[in-house]
């Protein structure tokens, strides 16, 4: 069990829901060493009241808050419950949203919860996660043809949960196993190159990877798929197709998704403006 008085509590505080500081606590949280962290959201905040209670629990709970919250009159408030009470708050967009002022010489629309509103970006993004998951592991290969991006590796190279990650940016991504005894299809060398992603990972840690999968299955470490041999075999024949393909190759060892999904974007927009 969990000692209570060992968690780290964190508010997140918003007048819309919250994803926005929730994304930069989790973000900072990596960087330390702190895996107890209780985060609790408070969305919708539209009232002064409603702040005073807040951060009455934050400070009962010694918890840091962060809040994004765009009427001025309400981080003001903020800002005063925090010294009256002597709770850590972090106001995440407010010192942005004051340096487009005085820098722009703009004023904000004030108005909360645009991040998420159902624009012609939202419903891109709604259709290219759809299309990743239909065009998932290669359960269809005319997803191909279709995709803005494919991508190609063997087993466990990360390539289901970046083709989610990159879809939440709007991209259509379609990804593809490559498996010894399987012949890739035709359609992967009738799509420009420059669509083509590949993945490579370090055999060791792919067979790292593939064991603890076993193991979550309740299946026997020892299989094929979980030797070193094979993973090697894999490797080598998935290298020689995409020298063929004449994709460009991102070695996806110890990578973050994130940070991979940075240099897959780079490449594509490169390659959408050249």
């Not at 964190?10 to 926005?20: N, V």
């Not at 009241?49 to 009962?60: C, G, L, P, S, T």
């Not at 592991?137 to 990360?158: E, K, N, P, Y």
């Not at 009738?190 to 792919?206: A, N």
């Amino acid at each position: 069990m969990v000692d209570e008085k060992l968690r780290y509590k964190i508010y997140i505080c918003s007048d819309s829901i919250g994803e926005t500081a929730e994304t930069v606590v989790k973000a900072t949280a990596r960087q330390f060493d702190m895996t107890q962290i209780e985060i609790k959201r408070v969305g919708h905040i539209q009232y002064e009241d409603q702040i005073k209670v807040v951060m009455e629990d934050a400070n009962a709970e010694n918890a840091v808050v962060a809040y994004t919250l765009v009427q001025p009159e309400l981080r003001e408030m903020m800002k005063q419950e925090a010294i009256r009470l002597g709770v850590r708050a972090v106001d995440i967009m407010g010192p942005m949203m004051q340096a487009f002022i005085d820098t722009f010489n703009n004023i904000p629309k004030q108005e909360p919860g645009l991040l998420h509103k159902m624009d012609e970006n939202y419903f891109k993004k709604v259709e290219a996660i759809e299309f990743a998951v239909k065009f998932d592991d290669g359960r269809d290969v005319r997803g191909l043809l279709q995709a803005d991006l494919v991508l190609v590796g063997i087993s466990r190279t990360s390539k289901t949960p970046l083709s989610i990650f990159l879809a939440h940016k709007g991209i259509k991504v379609a990804n593809l196993p490559l498996v010894p005894e399987v012949k890739p299809p035709k359609e992967l060398f009738e799509i420009p190159r420059s669509k083509v992603i590949g993945l490579s990972m370090l055999p060791e840690q792919i067979l790292r990877i593939r064991k603890e999968r076993l193991k979550a299955l309740g299946m026997a470490s020892g299989a094929n798929y979980a030797t070193l041999d094979r993973i090697i075999e894999e490797h080598n024949i998935a290298s020689d197709l995409m020298k063929r393909v004449g994709c460009p190759v991102i070695d996806v060892t110890e990578r973050a998704i994130e940070e991979t999904a940075a240099i897959i974007i780079s490449l594509h927009d490169s390659n959408i403006h050249s």
